[in-house]
């Protein structure tokens, strides 16, 4: 053997045979040369391995659909609002199927249903513009 | 089936996406292209997933990821930028050590990183998957399709290349 050359490396990472190990132990015991570059190569070697581990970014997994995409909190009290819209929305709709049918009704006759309706259940909410004024009996 | 065991596409962005991550960053020195470059091969390996034949699982995942950063390479005419960016996230940092520990970290990784970049590729790739990743040469001969004699040649190369860079 020269000198080490790439088995330097390999020894430092375990690479090595039994036999290449033992003749570069023995040659670095005569070798400063050798001796020397073995430390630059450690010196370079645990530079490498100190670099700082970086963790992925969580917008990889969000992106790929691998972890589900999370509403912020602060938009929470928008999907109230929603809410609160839909079930008006529902509230309007239940209370003018359940209205009485007034279309083509005089306003009498209209009148007399509502004072009807308004002593058996306690009160209604009047349906606006669904009565057709003036319509014949 | 992995091993013998079965590993979903999850399970391997979930216990290989960190290592993905720093090999693309090492690689090519600054994070938007390493996410660019993580998510390819991440969707690679989905679609890879289905025709893997048992094996070495570290091989194939490496030989996915280095053609996918040299297809990028291909598509961007471009060789991978030589600095860091100045706006790098360093809240990406896993450890929490001391201020003063983390300033001369970042010193001293930008420095390693500047270095590292300066290498041929053949030579920073063989030196990140050693020292970075932690792959054995067996590993990295079956990642870069070559005999673990050059994979040898290769680190040690890259090592002193990076000495004489930093010094």
Not at chain 1, 45 to 58: C, I, N
Not at chain 2, 126 to 148: N, Q, T
């Amino acid at each position: 053997m020269i000198h080490l050359g790439e088995l330097a490396s390999a020894y430092l990472d375990g690479e090595t045979t039994p036999q290449e190990a033992a003749k570069l132990v023995a040659h670095l015991g005569r070798c400063q040369l050798c001796q020397r570059e073995m430390e630059d190569l450690h010196a370079g070697r645990s530079l490498l391995r100190s670099l700082p581990v970086l963790e992925m970014p969580e917008s990889i997994r969000v992106e790929l659909g691998l972890v589900p995409n999370v509403v912020p909190l602060v938009r929470r009290p928008l999907t109230w609002v929603g809410a609160a819209a839909a079930a008006i929305m529902i509230f309007v709709v239940a209370a003018t199927a359940t209205a009485p049918d007034t279309v083509g009704l005089s306003l009498r006759e209209v009148s007399t249903r509502y004072e009807q309706q308004t002593l058996v259940e306690g009160g209604v909410i009047p349906v606006v513009g669904v009565v057709q004024v003036g319509g014949g009996e | 089936m992995i091993d013998g065991a079965p590993l979903s596409w999850e399970e391997v962005a979930r216990t290989h996406g960190r290592k993905i991550y720093n090999f693309a960053y090492r690689l090519t020195g600054n994070p938007d292209d390493a996410k660019d470059l993580a998510q390819d091969v991440l969707l690679r390996v989905e679609r890879g997933l289905a025709n893997y034949t048992p094996g070495s699982f570290e091989g194939w995942l490496w030989r996915i990821t280095r053609n996918a950063f040299l297809d990028d390479v291909r598509r961007k005419k471009r060789r991978p930028t030589s600095s860091l960016p100045d706006d790098l996230d360093r809240t990406d940092l896993i450890s929490t050590p001391a201020p003063d520990e983390v300033l001369a970290s970042i010193r001293l990784g930008d420095d390693v990183q500047k270095a590292l970049l300066c290498l041929p590729y053949d030579f920073r790739e063989a030196v990140v998957l050693c020292d970075v990743v932690g792959l054995s040469y067996d590993e990295i001969a079956l990642a870069v399709a070559a005999p673990v004699g050059t994979v040898r040649s290769r680190i040690h190369r890259g090592r002193k290349m990076m000495r004489e860079a930093l010094s």
